[in-house]
């Protein structure tokens, strides 16, 4: 019972000050414990330099992550400069700028920073969400593993230079435009041309989601004239002297979209029209590269992305219901809000363990563009496996990560949904985008179920399902009998009645998989 009393003392600050007083990495026993199960010989580095980056992360670049998120402080684009010159400069506010140039000042993806520090940088940062700063991380990795294996000249090692340890104290940023107004996940059927021009390329035609617009590079899919192959160039934003007098490289930014999430990140459409443009790897090797290097590591990175956000949503949803009461009790003492909080660490940590336990197996096995055929029989089936988690996780992360936010935000009752109140709403937002991009579920699915079929004389379903579940697993059978009926399927790509219904169990049993995975890696963490 409760007395009238006009002057209500209630206030949040209890739980405000437990919030913003968190740090990520050192207050979390779980992330340190999955840290050290798989950085191995070096987890004292990795945790010493986790630990530095958390104490800027959780506070500081938190604090400048929510008000770049604040809707008065969206990115525009300014077409014209006060002189009538075209500059398409995009406009970010200070706060963005300020995370962006601490981020990239930290040299992620320096060579000499191990890779495990990486990851858990990575990892920590797409806490705070703040896509303006994650996307292009995300894509400058790609750039980074691609330019490692193909940058052949001085143009493409000096970007390599730029945008690994930097040049002239500057760390360069990478974006990645592949979608064309026809078709996203068709990659093939893209249009933009690539012209020979003397000893160089130009490129021409029109891409139409074009993230991270402010970047200093883009790697960009075209077609040489007359050829149906898909090529990869670099087309830096700005030649060389032309960034500080804002003219760009042969593009215009046309527009930037009015996005339900990712909202601090531009996405834009641009023409091309002759923008000079490096060919990275074999121009016939484009679609296999891109696919095997760029959208891998995409990939990896929406899954990582994915867990980090779950984390975060299910600390915050925990320390609301401890201090927050209704009925007399606080919240975490019902036994359903008990059971969802349960659930909502279950799904963070499993994807957390799935993520870093997947990228063990892909630092070992490294990547590689289409199914391939080098290697010994091991060899080839460890490539395979990793190959399909990737993709696996990535769907069923981001699809988790969707249902995992939105019943942390339940959990907060009404102030769930507001923007100012906690970070849940943009993260659920930006959980949405991280279906989509990199491959959407449906391709993704129906790409896994293709990859099987032609796997399956060399890495049968039920080793597969072996190699995901661990030979000891619980449920194994089933999951291998389901697996090997719906790989036998012809394809899905026939609309009948019996193919409608191997999608709807194809599909259920990818997030299966999935969770069988992590939770594989989960028990190898507790
Ligand atoms: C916020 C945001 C930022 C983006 N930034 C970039 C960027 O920086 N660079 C870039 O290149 N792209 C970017 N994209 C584009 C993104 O990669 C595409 O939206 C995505 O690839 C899907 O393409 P689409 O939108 O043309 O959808 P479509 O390809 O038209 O797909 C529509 C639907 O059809 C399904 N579908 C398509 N093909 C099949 C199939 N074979 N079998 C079964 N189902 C199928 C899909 O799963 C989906 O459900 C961005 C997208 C978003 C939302």
Redesign the pocket.
């Known amino acids: 019972m409760s007395f009238p009393d006009p002057s209500n003392p209630y206030s949040f600050d209890d739980f405000l000050s437990w919030r913003d007083g968190v740090d990520y990495y050192a207050d979390d026993a779980f992330l340190q414990e999955v840290v050290r199960t798989y950085a191995g010989a070096g987890a004292d580095a990795v945790d010493a330099r986790a630990r530095d980056f958390s104490k800027k992360l959780s506070f500081r670049w938190r604090q400048l992550s929510e008000v770049a998120a604040m809707p008065e402080n969206r990115p525009s684009v300014m077409h014209y400069d006060g002189h009538g010159h075209r500059i398409d400069r995009i406009v970010r506010p200070m706060e963005t700028l300020e995370l962006e140039r601490g981020v990239f000042d930290e040299r992620i993806f320096s060579p000499s920073l191990e890779p495990w520090a990486r990851l858990t940088m990575i990892y920590l940062l797409n806490q705070n969400g703040e896509s303006c700063v994650t ?1 292009p991380i995300a ?1 400058t990795e790609g750039m980074v593993a691609l330019l490692e294996r193909f940058a052949d000249n001085d143009e493409l090692r000096r970007v390599y230079a730029h945008i690994t340890d930097g040049l002239d104290g500057h760390v360069g940023i990478g ?13 093939p059927a893209n249009l933009v041309e690539a012209r020979r021009d003397g000893a160089q390329w130009r490129i021409y035609g029109k ?6 617009t402010h970047a200093d590079y883009a790697v960009v ?1 075209a077609k040489p004239t007359g050829s149906e192959q898909l090529g990869i160039f670099l087309v830096p934003s700005w030649l060389p002297g032309d960034k500080a007098l804002e003219r760009r490289n042969g593009f215009t930014i046309d527009r930037i ?1 009015w ?1 339900m ?2 909202s601090e ?1 531009t ?1 834009a459409e641009l023409t091309f029209d002759g923008a000079l443009a490096y060919p990275v790897g074999p121009l016939d090797r484009g679609l296999a590269n891109v696919v095997g290097i760029v959208l891998t590591l995409s990939r990896l990175n929406v899954g990582i992305s994915a867990a980090a956000s779950m984390a975060r949503a299910a600390r915050e949803a925990r320390g609301y219901a401890k201090f927050r009461t209704a009925f007399g009790q606080p919240l975490e003492r019902f036994p359903m809000v008990h059971a969802q909080l349960q659930s909502l660490d279950h799904f963070a940590r499993r994807s957390t363990a799935g993520a870093f336990g997947l990228y063990a197996r892909t630092l070992s096995s490294g990547l590689q563009g289409g199914l391939g055929t080098e290697g010994t029989l091991d060899e080839r089936r460890e490539r395979f496996l990793v190959r399909e988690l990737i993709m696996l996780q990535k769907l069923a992360a981001a699809w988790d990560a969707t249902d995992v936010v939105r019943s942390a935000m339940s959990i907060f009752g009404g102030h769930g949904v507001m923007e100012d109140f906690s970070v849940l709403p943009r993260l659920y937002r930006d959980a949405a ?1 991280n279906e ?12 896994i179920h293709r990859d099987m079929q032609r796997a399956a004389q060399w890495f049968p379903p039920a080793e597969f399902a072996k190699a995901v579940a661990g030979p000891d697993a619980d449920g194994l059978s089933d999951l291998t009998h389901e697996l090997e009926t719906l790989v036998t399927h012809p394809s ?2 026939t609309l009948d009645a019996q193919t409608v219904e191997v999608c709807v169990r194809w599909d259920a049993l990818c997030q299966r998989l999935v969770h069988v995975w992590q939770d594989r890696c989960l028990g190898e963490c507790t």
Do not use: H, M
């Open positions: 996307c894509c974006a990645q435009y592949l979608s064309e107004i026809q078709g996203g996940s068709d990659v891409k139409f989601f074009c993230s991270a899919t979209k996005k999430g990712t990140l996405t985008v989509l991009w990199e491959g959407p579920r449906n391709v993704l699915v129906s790409q899905l790509q």
